[in-house]
């Protein structure tokens, strides 16, 4: 939110009717449009390149040197039950941009058939509930919680696994 670029996203947020306290909760944030911003800011905090690769946020070329995997999107932090950061789903804010919606690459930290979006946000109002929405995207999630239905859940792909089942069957039966 402080830079234009942020500002943009910030804006887009702000008409799909997104608070602020909501960007906050689902630790939101904007990845600017840039090859290598990412790639230099870890770098100069200690990371090396290889553990950008391992963990996803830096994308090998062919012939060598690596860019940054997100660009130019909006960022949504994917966390596994226990609050803890797994990767990131990323939406494009430019209509012109490809694809819409793109994941963290599998890594032994997000392994999208085993975590499911805002379920560390949502497993006390699915157990007081006792029934689990489960919605198709991030946008969705966020928006069910800002308008007071805490149980509801998104997939992290586009099928529902058994393992994100074995998940939800530990807090309720009940799916809708």
């Known amino acids: 939110m402080n830079t234009n670029e942020g500002k943009f996203a910030f804006n887009y947020l702000h008409k799909r009717g997104v608070t602020r306290e909501t960007i906050e909760t689902f630790g939101l944030g904007f990845a600017p449009a840039s090859w290598d911003v990412t790639h230099q800011y870890f770098l100069g905090k200690g990371f090396s390149e290889q553990d950008l690769v391992e963990a996803g ?3 090998q070329r062919d012939g060598g040197g690596v860019y940054d995997r997100f660009r130019n999107r909006l960022m949504f932090a994917i966390r596994d039950m226990n609050g803890r950061m797994s990767g990131f ?7 012109e941009d490809v694809p819409k919606y793109l994941n963290s690459p599998q890594t032994p930290l997000f ?3 085993r975590l499911l979006y805002g379920l560390n946000l949502a497993r006390k109002a699915i157990r007081t509930e006792d029934q689990v929405v489960i ?3 991030y946008m969705d999630v966020i928006a ?3 308008t007071g239905d805490e ?11 058994p ?8 807090y309720t039966q009940n799916i809708a």
């Not at 789903?89 to 209509?95: F, H, N, T, Y």
């Not at 149980?151 to 696994?161: D, E, F, H, R, V």
């Not at 393992?163 to 530990?170: A, C, F, S």
Request: glycine share 10%; aromatic share 0%.
């Open 151 to 161: 149980n509801t859940i998104a997939t992290c792909g586009t099928a529902l696994t």
């Open 89 to 95: 789903g990323a939406r494009v804010l430019d209509p």
């Open 135 to 137: 919605v198709e995207g």
């Open 57 to 59: 946020m830096v994308t």
């Open 111 to 113: 392994d999208k058939g």
């Open 144 to 146: 069910a919680h800002q």
């Open 163 to 170: 393992q994100q089942l074995k998940l939800i069957k530990r």
